[in-house]
């Protein structure tokens, strides 16, 4: 068995057992020079967390881990097709690369395809089911707050 299918095995052992649990099935491994840095499942049931997603709460527990937001030179492995959000996070936060093991099509009949909504966000924000609008809001006394987040960051450095 070469790495890849075993840390995919691995990322479907954690789905399987969250469900055991009452959980839903989904599991994720985060390695980095070829070592499992950190593991997660899916938690939403367990925390009400909607964001508590197995590649999330694997790359939560990889930064803590790491000692740091950064997790460039990582690999996620995922049981399922990661949502965008997940996406979004391990883009983010530097991962380079991402395996799963079950598509959008496999988790379609069950009810566990996020397809839909990459396709909603596929398109222009105007046409997306979510409305979406830029309010350009600025406080009278602190009118730039991220060339004031700059200026700090440079005092820091």
């Given amino acids: 068995m070469n790495q ?4 995919l095995c691995e990322a479907i052992e954690l789905a399987r057992a969250n469900v055991a649990k009452g959980g839903r099935p989904f599991g994720a491994v985060v390695v ?3 070592q499992v840095i950190a593991t997660g499942v899916n938690e939403i049931h367990s925390t ?3 964001t508590a997603h197995a590649e999330l ?6 930064s803590q881990k790491l000692g740091s937001p950064d997790l460039e030179g990582c690999v996620v492995y995922a049981s399922g ?3 965008p959000m997940c996406m979004a996070a391990m883009r983010l936060a530097g ?3 991402v395996a799963y093991a079950h ?6 009949p069950y009810g566990l395809s996020t397809a839909a909504i990459y396709a909603d966000l596929a398109k222009p924000f105007a046409e997306q089911s979510m409305t979406i609008r830029y309010v ?10 991220y060339a004031e987040w700059k200026r700090i960051q440079n005092k820091r450095a």
């Fill in 48 to 50: 009400n967390d909607p």
């Fill in 57 to 62: 709460t694997a790359l939560r527990a990889a």
């Fill in 95 to 97: 991962v380079g690369e």
């Fill in 136 to 145: 350009p809001v600025r406080l009278e006394q602190h009118p730039d707050l």
């Fill in 81 to 83: 097709h990661p949502c």
């Fill in 4 to 7: 890849e299918t075993r840390f």
């Fill in 103 to 108: 598509s959008n099509d496999d988790g379609a």
């Fill in 32 to 34: 980095k020079d070829s």
